[in-house]
């Protein structure tokens, strides 16, 4: 299954379903997320597992960032 994360942003911040972010400590990135639902403010999302590096998880404090395809 999925872990639903939430983001503090949301269509206001140009976030939109199906937005792929990635969670970053420093400059590492632990995983990437796929955006499922999307508020004013907030989004949900899930965990796409297949890019979590392993031994790692998503710790408070972990930024969040927009991907961008290249």
């Known amino acids: 299954g999925y872990t ?3 983001a503090t942003a949301g ?5 939109v379903i ?3 972010l990635a969670v970053m400590r420093a400059d ?3 995983c990437e ?3 499922t639902l999307v508020e004013s403010t907030r989004a949900s999302c899930d ?3 297949s890019t979590m590096i392993t031994g790692e998880r ?3 404090g972990d930024s969040v960032v927009s991907v961008r395809n290249k």
């Open 4 to 6: 639903t994360m939430a």
């Open 47 to 49: 965990v796409v597992y």
């Open 18 to 20: 199906g937005s792929r």
């Open 28 to 30: 590492k990135k632990i």
């Open 33 to 35: 997320l796929n955006v």
């Open 11 to 15: 269509i206001n911040k140009g976030v």
């Open 58 to 60: 998503v710790e408070v």
